[in-house]
């Protein structure tokens, strides 16, 4: 305080000479439209000078979360490439048939209709014969598998995700290769039940469970969910909880694939039946 | 002191009726307005403190302001006007220095001192009234022609005012 004071006192010439110019600005610009519009124009000019300076240092401050960010993402992007057999790494070879090696199609689709609250769930996608859909089409969320195409319209399809009671997947624990069964017993939305796993097999909580891809719909290895806990019970198999990957509730985008060769693998499957 | 209240207001009353009826007429191919009641603050005393000199300008910058119909302009131009004075006058001092209680004027210090005194007071204050009343930079030169002009024109009217009062 007494050192504002003195300062007030060594330059009061100054202090007084500055408000009574800012005075005057004032009266000026209050009565000249002119004045006016140039003194906020500077200002103005001057502001977004100051805000560019600042969104700059602010981008700068975030690069590490935008790269975070985008790394994220590219991983998604090179796990993606892996699973549907692209093999970029290996030599590159020209063919001018653009589905030459290609088993699995894929096509974006939107969740237009949802439930989780019933025994028997579907949920609804904006794709349907139209745009090649059909029955017994894979479906995944990004997180994992969703379920499986029921019935389909020429713009719409139906399809009974994992957790409806009438669902069977064939999974199997992608530490041992031991597979099983997955169904849902109609309880919470977030986990289904393994079974089939027979007791002697070593198996932790936490253990990531994936398709088998024996059933010619779904791929092999697309994520299911993780062991959340498990239970010896009276038979020679466990009975394994599986969180389930996807969350069901939040299901907004999804994508549809096709197995090319399932008709394939099916007629050849039948001669043996 | 009344005696001198009176006395600044008489000359004030007298300069501002001088600038409205004759020196706002002049308007010379629009590069010469002369602004002659600046002599008003040149011929303040020396012993006027800081602070006041800046008050006793704004006034008499906004007294003229209000007469001439440009608020805040003349106010301002004044103001720079009585803080750049204590400055020009310490650099300008003659040799043994100023007179206690005496004003500034020519009939003590001769005409080269008053000459000096007056031109650069009177460069403050036009260089700001006229940038003030552009309020941009864009017609600098234009603008600083027109400051040239006119404070020759203030100095020779203010320096025939001086040998009027002298010669009194």
């Known amino acids: 305080m007494r050192n504002l004071l003195l300062f007030i006192e060594k330059y009061n010439r100054i202090i007084l000479f500055i408000i009574l110019e800012l005075v005057a600005v004032y009266l000026i610009s209050n009565s000249y439209k002119y004045h006016n519009t140039q003194l906020i124009k500077g200002v103005r000019k001057l502001t977004l000078t100051w805000e560019g300076v600042i969104s700059n240092v602010k981008n700068y401050l975030r690069i590490k979360k935008i790269n975070d960010d985008l790394q994220a993402e590219n991983t998604l992007l090179w796990n993606l490439i892996e699973r549907y057999g692209l093999k970029t790494d290996s030599v590159i070879i020209q063919v001018n048939d653009t589905l030459h090696g290609v088993q699995f199609e894929i096509l974006p689709a939107y969740v237009v209709n949802n439930s989780v609250n019933k025994v028997k769930n579907y949920f609804t996608i904006d794709r349907g014969k139209g745009d090649g859909v059909d029955v017994n089409m894979a479906v995944i969320s990004i997180q994992g598998v969703a379920g499986i195409t029921v019935a389909s319209s020429d713009n719409y399809s139906i399809v009974m995700p994992v957790i409806n009671t009438d669902f069977r997947l064939s999974s199997r624990i992608k530490s041992n290769d031991y597979f099983g069964s997955l169904n849902w017993d109609g309880r919470d939305y977030r986990y289904a039940v393994l079974h089939d796993i027979p007791q002697h097999v070593s198996i932790n909580e936490g253990d990531t469970i994936v398709t088998t891809g024996y059933s010619a719909i779904f791929p092999p290895g697309i994520m299911v969910g993780t062991i959340s806990d498990f239970k010896k019970s009276g038979s020679d198999f466990y009975t394994i909880r599986v969180r389930l990957a996807t969350d069901f509730r939040k299901l907004t985008y999804v994508k549809v694939i096709k197995n090319r060769r399932q008709q394939e693998q099916l007629n050849l499957e039948k001669e043996f039946q | ?168």
Request: hydrophobic residues 55%; positive net charge.
């Open chain 2, 1 to 168: 002191m009344i005696n001198q209240l009176l006395r600044y207001t008489i000359i004030y009353a007298v300069l501002l009726l001088l600038q409205i009826f004759l020196f706002n007429n002049i308007q010379f191919s629009g590069y010469v307005n002369p602004y002659v009641y600046i002599l008003f603050v040149l011929l303040l005393p020396y012993k006027t403190s800081g602070w006041l000199l800046l008050i006793i300008s704004f006034f008499a910058g906004f007294i003229m302001d209000i007469f001439m119909g440009t608020p805040g302009m003349h106010a301002g131009a004044t103001v720079a006007a009585g803080f750049a004075r204590p400055y020009i006058l310490r650099a300008i001092s003659p040799r043994d220095g100023y007179l206690p209680d005496t004003e500034p004027s020519m009939a003590l210090y001769g005409f080269n001192w008053f000459f000096f005194y007056s031109l650069l007071v009177v460069t403050v204050h036009h260089l700001v009234l006229f940038y003030l009343e552009i309020f941009s930079f864009e017609s600098f030169f234009r603008t600083f022609l027109k400051v040239i002009f006119s404070t020759v024109f203030t100095v020779i009217f203010i320096i025939f005012a001086e040998y009027i009062r002298k010669g009194r």
